[in-house]
Nanobody
């Protein structure tokens, strides 16, 4: 059974940092690309960052230079380091993977950036 479990969200002041984690189980984690999305009630779900099985990364323009995606295959975990957070980064952040043509999502973790 495939599971993606996010953690690390919370309330942070503008300019602060958070690190999100997504622990995967039930898959051969190292061979899959992993993606972080985010969603607010006002917007469609937005791709934030992606990391391939080989470690190549790409980012939404809105987070380039502030967010860093990484993976630790030995722990079946993908991370999203978020620095210089802005109020517009407030959203529910989801971990995603396409496993053999099936979409898998985590339950989401809330990030709120507010003073």
């Amino acid at each position: 059974q495939v599971q993606l479990v996010e953690s690390g969200g919370g309330l942070v002041q503008p300019g602060g940092s958070l690190r999100l984690s997504c622990a995967a189980s039930g898959i051969s984690f190292s061979i899959y690309h992993m993606v972080w999305y985010r969603q607010t009630p006002e917007k469609q779900r937005e791709l934030v960052a992606r990391i391939t099985s080989g470690g190549s990364t790409n980012y939404a323009d809105s987070v380039k230079g502030r967010f860093t995606i990484s993976r630790e295959n030995a722990k079946n975990t993908v991370y999203l380091q978020m620095n210089s957070l802005k109020p517009e980064d407030t959203a529910v952040y989801y971990c995603y993977a396409d496993i053999g043509g099936t979409n898998y999502w985590g339950q989401g973790t809330q990030v709120t950036v507010s003073s």
